[in-house]
């Protein structure tokens, strides 16, 4: 299996619309192969911004791989930029192989 998160840092006061964002959106996961499951999660609130990662598993890092080449991507992250306001910077991406 393979693990994919990306780490987002939310500018304070922009989490609910942040939140309502993922909430809404269709990531259009459900239709591709090798797509596990998908979380997003919070993590502690700083003072200049809130930590949140989505997390992806797939069954192979080709799998996510394939993904991210596929329409069903696109789709997904199409209008990505006209919500910049929430982001404090771009996300940081961070993939695991699963050992256990």
């Not at 979380?39 to 949140?52: F, I, R, S």
Request: proline content about 3%; aromatic content about 16%.
């Amino acid at each position: 299996m393979y693990i994919a998160m990306n780490r987002f840092k939310i500018c304070p006061g922009k989490e609910n619309e942040f939140e309502k964002i993922w909430k809404e959106r269709d990531s259009h996961l459900d239709r591709v192969p090798g797509f596990k499951e998908f979380h997003l999660v919070k993590g502690k609130k700083h003072e200049t911004y809130t930590l949140y990662a989505s997390h992806s598993v797939w069954k192979s890092e080709n799998d996510f791989l394939n993904w991210t080449k596929s329409e069903a991507f696109r789709q997904a992250h199409k209008g990505a930029g006209q919500h910049n306001d929430v982001y404090l910077e771009h996300p940081e991406f961070e993939g695991f192989e699963v050992i256990i």
